[in-house]
């Protein structure tokens, strides 16, 4: 899939995140062959760049990962895609982000207090642990269903119904 975002500067954020098994990571190793795959595989969005250059250019693979610990008794925590990245397309990320937070600053409120804070840092890395890796498996081998419209929008219902009903 692709992203066009226009930016406050003017200028637009353009790009592609493909599953590796149907796209080799080569195809998008410069701006010439990423240009190339576009006017390949999104002829209508080639056509209305025209000639326009690309002025920047960045490669990224993602992976989905995610850490065990979330927040140690040793006065460390991460957040954010650091804590975990499942998805750039399906993924609940931001929501995330608030929840690794909302698990974290109690163990910060409580280290500050004096608490000794070992057991409910474990705890509390375990929870965000499990809900992760629960979540992951919605999103492993998805994106052999975008080429499917009736079951790509099963698979939305779907992951919204779990993801509201459970997360």
């Not at 895609?81 to 109690?106: K, Q, W």
């Not at 809900?131 to 009736?150: A, D, F, I, K, W």
Request: proline share 4%.
């Amino acid at each position: 899939w692709v992203w066009i975002i226009a930016l406050a500067d003017g200028s637009t954020s353009l790009g592609v995140v493909s599953d590796p098994d149907r796209h080799a990571p080569a195809e998008f190793a410069s701006a010439e062959a990423c240009a190339d795959w576009i006017r390949r595989h999104e002829p209508e969005l080639s056509a209305s760049f025209g000639e326009a250059p690309f002025t920047g250019f960045a490669y990224r693979g993602w992976s989905s990962h995610a850490r065990r610990t979330l927040v140690s008794a040793e006065r460390w925590a991460v957040t954010g895609d650091t804590a975990a990245f499942l998805d750039p397309l399906f993924s609940s990320g931001l929501d995330f982000v608030a929840i690794g937070n909302e698990l974290v600053v109690p163990q910060i409120l409580a280290d500050l207090a004096g608490r000794d804070v070992a057991r409910e840092a474990r705890r509390a890395s375990s929870l965000f642990a499990r809900m992760v890796e629960q979540y992951l498996h919605l999103y492993v081998g998805s994106y052999t269903v975008m080429g499917h419209p009736r079951a790509m929008m099963a698979k939305i219902v779907w992951d919204l119904g779990t993801y509201l009903g459970f997360l």
